[in-house]
């Protein structure tokens, strides 16, 4: 039977929001406190995803809280190792002092969007994800820029397919200020990971289909109704056949339910 992850952005607002998304995805990519959350929320967060089994990964973004890490920056490789190194440092010890590790890094908003095509950003990221941890996955799109980086060096990898927002035809997302780049309708997200799992496509903005590899679906906790469209997804894995499991890293810890 396939296999395939459920992830969702984490610990960026409310926590009972939060706690009915966790109940129904398999990894969690939690906020590190720059461009959302704090220590107090990072060990709710951390303390939802460990009672409910949910594999807790690290989803640090650009200190920047009004833009909520979503506006570009452009910062030199020492200044996106002590960024990166320092949101995974904290979040590694609450979740450490929870009794579980880390297992997977998912960069945030502008970061995540800028190092898809940029090499010298990319090959930062690897770097300092490295520097903290080598076996700590990182989580990214297929045949972007940190998918290179990753593979250069042989580190993990996991490809990344968003079921609740729109493709542009190159196969990166539609930016958020365009109309309908957010998918809220569940009957529409249930086709675009029908369409992903069956054909491994999507449809894109233009009408024109995409190409998409991965191995772990995304949805957005700040999406309106995610819970909503979490249990959506799994009942249309379900009836594709599908499991709904987190990857294992070596030296993860995750707890079952």
């Not at 296999?3 to 995805?25: F, K, S, Y």
């Not at 594999?55 to 570009?72: L, M, S, T, W």
Request: charged letters at 20%; a negative charge; hydrophobic letters at 45%.
């Amino acid at each position: 039977m396939r296999q395939i992850d459920l992830n969702a952005d984490v610990g960026e607002g409310d926590p009972e929001t939060d706690d009915a998304l966790l109940r129904l995805v398999t990894s969690a990519n939690v906020a590190c406190g720059r461009h959302a959350g704090d220590a107090e929320m990072m060990r709710v967060t951390v303390a939802i995803a460990r009672r409910h089994g949910v594999a807790v990964g690290a989803h640090p973004g650009y200190a920047d809280r009004e833009g909520f890490g979503r506006r570009p920056m452009q910062l030199t490789a020492a200044e996106i190792n002590h960024l990166l190194v320092d949101q995974l440092g904290t979040l590694g010890a609450i979740a450490q002092a929870a009794g579980i590790g880390l297992h997977h890094v998912k960069p945030h908003g502008a970061l995540y969007n800028q190092a898809e095509s940029d090499a010298a950003l990319a090959a930062a990221i690897i770097a300092a994800v490295r520097a903290f941890d080598p076996a700590l996955r990182l989580v990214g799109r297929a045949g972007s820029a940190m998918a290179r980086a990753a593979r250069e060096v042989g580190h993990p990898f996991t490809p990344e397919a968003f079921a609740d927002r729109r493709y542009r035809p190159d196969g990166t997302l539609l930016p958020r200020s365009e109309a309908g780049a957010v998918l809220t309708d569940p009957e529409e997200v249930a086709r675009q990971v029908r369409s992903l799992v069956t054909n491994g496509e999507v449809v894109a903005s233009d009408g024109s289909r995409v190409p998409v590899a991965f191995e772990t679906l995304c949805l957005h906790g700040d999406t309106p109704g995610s819970s909503v469209l979490a249990a959506r997804i799994r009942r249309q894995l379900h009836a594709l056949g599908v499991s709904v499991s987190a990857p294992r890293s070596p030296g993860a810890d995750i707890i079952p339910p």
